[in-house]
């Protein structure tokens, strides 16, 4: 099989291939890498590329096929782990000089369930400094761009991912979301990414796991891969608790053909008190029609819970800066990001009164949200109310820019519900859209049968310009 055709294999077709022995893992990895060389260079995508690493277990692998013994459902798949997600014996640096030598003592558990079923990893991929922007560039390892525009970003934090699964490099990724940072890069690069219900994955490395509001969680190019690495990853673990009260139930099983058949969709246009750029709205109403045509009842909604999240979001996100990153910024100082040391400043400042009252707010967001699913079976929106912004614009997470551009993001994070990213179309100058999709909790399963569906009434995929 072609370089390029091997490169541009889903996951599930990766692990049946080398299942069958029709394709070779390290082929696979032979290729991907060879691509790495070639567009590394321009995209920026990852903190630390492991080749020797992935060429190794990509020979164990192909040893385990060889020899007949029992295969996991990622075996031989390749993967990409964003750089705040542990690996052990890898640096963990969080896109920071303040973190450039810590060394992860054990992998997180994602990663250990990843490795036993079979994958094999690439590399870690960028972000920017402890994940506060819905760009991604830092003081560590500069500029990530979007393989669409080179001017533009794959979006944040989950930048590095992103532009590799555009591109072609890894049909999987691991990302994680405080505020979108699955979504919004899912979104800018074309691709598709699940931030899951609270607990659905466990993420053992919070301070305080009562107030989490922060996710890991699959990317992929496509549905069926997305849900094939949710099912990997899903399952409780002792030291979280909102995981174990989890559903375990396998998630990998065939998308039925009337997904949308009766599916009650409440679609919002224009989210909260923020306005949708025309021709986002354009597309990601057209892919709403799309569902109404095959039989989905498509109400618009509007409703006041959304108006005011945004100061909610911030207090809660900045005092978790603060409280969590203010020693490293009272030691490093300058050489931190000017934007997380201002985010840190601000959390800072809020009492415990404020703390509180923004905890009892994100609560009655949960309610109201709840009570809309009493309505609806999905609440569809644009995944950011413009198009990939350029590589410049900032992003940080107490700014009025990020308020907007990622309204829709932020509030699934507070009240913790299942929401993914799904392409919708490119723009007229050859940007990604996405639409994204939310359902009650624990409704992955019919989110991502909802994704498929789109992605089939889509036709196949572009590639981008930068391939």
């Given at each position: 099989m072609a370089s390029d055709d091997l490169c541009n294999l889903s996951a599930a077709d990766v692990a049946t291939l080398v299942a069958a022995r029709k394709t070779s893992p390290v082929e696979v990895v032979d290729a991907i890498l060879a691509r790495v060389d070639r567009l590394e260079p321009r995209l920026?995508?990852?903190?630390?590329?492991?080749?020797?690493?992935?060429?190794?277990?990509?020979?164990?692998?192909?040893?385990?096929?060889?020899a007949g013994a029992p295969l996991g459902p990622l075996h031989g798949v390749p993967i990409t782990i964003k750089d705040n997600v542990a690996v052990a014996g890898l640096a963990l640096r969080n896109g920071s000089r303040a973190a450039a030598d810590v060394v992860a003592a054990a992998d997180a558990a994602v990663v250990a369930r990843i490795k036993a079923a079979g994958a094999v990893m690439i590399g870690k991929t960028t972000l920017p400094e402890f994940a506060h922007k819905v760009l991604t560039d830092s003081p560590l390892h500069g500029i990530t761009r979007n393989p669409w525009s080179l001017d533009h970003t794959p979006g944040g934090s989950s930048g590095g991912a992103s532009a590799a699964l555009a591109c072609g490099i890894a049909p999987l990724a691991v990302g994680t979301d405080g505020g979108g940072s699955i979504r919004c890069p899912a979104s800018c690069t074309g691709v598709a990414g699940i931030k899951a219900t609270l607990g659905r994955?466990?993420?053992?490395?919070?301070?305080?796991?009562?107030?989490?509001?922060?996710?890991?969680?699959?990317?992929?190019?496509?549905?069926?891969?997305?849900?094939?690495l949710?099912?990997?990853?899903?399952?409780?673990?002792?030291?979280?608790?909102?995981?174990?009260?989890?559903?375990?139930?396998?998630?990998?099983?065939?998308?039925?053909?009337?997904?949308?058949?009766?599916?009650?969709?409440?679609?919002?246009?224009?989210?909260?008190?923020?306005?949708?750029?025309p021709e986002v709205a354009r597309l990601t109403r057209a892919a709403v029609m799309a569902l109404a045509a095959e039989g989905a009842l498509v109400e618009e909604l509007h409703d006041?819970?959304?108006?005011?999240?945004?100061?909610?979001?911030?207090?809660?996100?900045?005092?978790?800066?603060?409280?969590r990153l203010g020693p490293l910024a009272e030691r490093f100082g300058e050489a931190m990001t000017e934007s997380l040391r201002t985010s840190i400043a601000r959390g800072a400042r809020y009492s415990s009164v404020e703390w509180q009252r923004a905890g009892d707010k994100r609560t009655t967001l949960f309610r109201s949200v709840q009570r809309l699913f009493e309505r609806f079976d999905i609440i569809a929106t644009p995944t950011m109310l413009a198009p990939p912004t350029r590589v410049d614009a900032g992003g940080s997470i107490e700014t009025a820019m990020y308020a907007e551009w990622a309204a829709p993001l932020y509030p699934f994070n507070l009240t913790?519900?299942?929401?993914?990213?799904?392409?919708?179309?490119?723009?007229?100058?050859?940007?990604?859209?996405?639409?994204?999709?939310?359902?009650?909790?624990?409704?992955?399963?019919?989110?991502?049968?909802?994704?498929?569906?789109?992605?089939?009434?889509?036709?196949?995929?572009?590639?981008?310009?930068?391939?």
């Open positions: 920026n995508m990852f903190a630390e590329l492991t080749a020797e690493t992935a060429l190794a277990s990509a020979r164990a692998a192909e040893e385990a096929v060889m994955i466990p993420n053992e490395v919070m301070p305080d796991g009562f107030a989490n509001f922060a996710f890991v969680g699959p990317m992929a190019r496509n549905a069926r891969d997305v849900a094939l949710l099912s990997v990853m899903a399952g409780p673990l002792a030291s979280d608790p909102y995981s174990l009260g989890a559903p375990t139930s396998d998630l990998r099983r065939p998308i039925p053909d009337q997904a949308a058949k009766g599916l009650r969709i409440g679609w919002i246009e224009h989210f909260g008190p923020y306005r949708t750029d006041p819970c959304f108006d005011d999240v945004f100061e909610t979001y911030v207090v809660l996100a900045t005092t978790a800066h603060a409280t913790g519900h299942p929401a993914a990213s799904v392409p919708a179309g490119l723009t007229a100058d050859g940007l990604p859209v996405g639409l994204q999709l939310v359902g009650p909790w624990f409704a992955e399963p019919r989110i991502l049968d909802v994704a498929a569906l789109l992605e089939r009434l889509q036709g196949p995929a572009r590639q981008p310009p930068i391939v």
